[in-house]
């Protein structure tokens, strides 16, 4: 009796450890600028917070709009955050209108970056994020971080605020070198909260901006534009992850791509002025859980300076029978 039930306990935690190994778990920070700016408490919570669960995230993705004004004192806040996650959990930076421009509350009038790769230097960020590739050379501007979790490896792709087109072709051209990896897309201004493509006559357009000015291979692109040229054109498209627009800050959306996969498309911000978090102390983030035994991919919204989860149904859902 007492083998018999000896085989069963090691069968089940045989059956956990399997269960496990296929699924994973990582942290979405939606736009932090107001925290960096007004409550660096909030912020540093934060980092805190998933500093201290290195044995449960696999890797940290921040939307953009890191900073508020991209001054040298935001970015100080910022990276004095990102230093607790080195050396414990990865983490991939999507560049904001917020993080660039010609000096401090420019936004984005030039793709000025100096900011970000001067606190966030290269050679400790690809260390950091667990890049193979990085554009321009020798920026953090977009990088492709490459993971294997859950029996799949993935390519996570954080990618400047309104990407370029030659942003596009240099994505492109990695992945056409690994076409059996999984994708995710990172990027700051992607999705509406009306639950459609930020296009067309959207507000806060990249092409309102003085980055949005320039033409061929410099050109930006919106969401709408993002999505034809890029995303659904591969199979191995599975999410995309987005911040930058006020109003309820959430959206979500599912598209088919030209393969007839499934994109799974999430909007999320907490900044100041977004409704039901209007002063933008809430420290709200994202935890996102794969699990291929289940076929679903769950989300939770979570403040670790409150303590507290959004429960309501655009902030706490989960996609089912999503093909992996």
Not at 261 to 275: D, P, R, T
Request: glycine share 8%; net charge negative.
């Amino acid at each position: 009796m007492k083998k018999t039930y000896y085989i069963l306990i090691v069968f089940l935690l045989l059956q956990l450890q399997l269960k496990a190994q296929d699924s994973f778990e990582f942290v979405v920070l939606p736009d932090t600028q107001t925290y960096i700016e007004e409550f660096p408490d909030v912020y540093m919570k934060q980092m805190e917070w998933i500093a201290g669960q290195e044995n449960r995230f696999s890797f940290v993705l921040h939307v953009g709009d890191i900073t508020q004004n991209n001054s040298e004192n935001e970015w100080t806040i910022a990276r004095k955050g990102f230093s607790l996650l080195d050396g414990k959990i990865p983490y991939n930076l999507a560049l904001g209108n917020h993080d660039m421009g010609s000096g401090p509350a420019k936004f984005a009038d030039t793709r000025n970056t100096e900011f970000a790769n001067t606190f966030f230097p290269i050679n400790e960020y690809i260390k950091n994020s667990n890049s193979i590739a990085t554009f321009p050379k020798n920026t953090i501007d977009n990088s492709c971080a490459e993971y294997d979790l859950a029996s799949e490896k993935w390519l996570v792709f954080s990618l400047e605020f309104g990407p370029r087109n030659k942003t596009i072709a240099w994505a492109d051209s990695i992945i056409s070198q690994h076409p059996n990896h999984k994708i995710i897309l990172n990027t700051h201004a992607y999705l509406f909260f009306d639950n459609t493509l930020l296009d067309g006559n959207d507000w806060a357009l990249p092409q309102n901006y003085g980055v949005g000015k320039l033409i061929g291979d410099d050109a930006v692109n919106d969401g709408g534009q993002l999505w034809k040229k890029f995303v659904k054109k591969h199979h191995n498209a599975i999410m995309v992850f987005t911040g930058h627009i006020t109003g309820s800050g959430v959206g979500q959306l599912v598209s088919q791509g030209d393969h007839g996969n499934s994109v799974y498309q999430m909007l999320a911000n907490y900044q100041k002025n977004v409704k039901g978090v209007e002063k933008g102390d809430s420290g709200y983030l994202r935890i996102i859980k794969v699990d291929k035994t289940e076929s679903t991919i769950s989300v939770k919204t979570y403040s670790p300076s409150l303590d507290t989860f959004r429960t309501e149904p655009e902030h706490e859902f989960e996609f089912t029978e999503v093909k992996f």
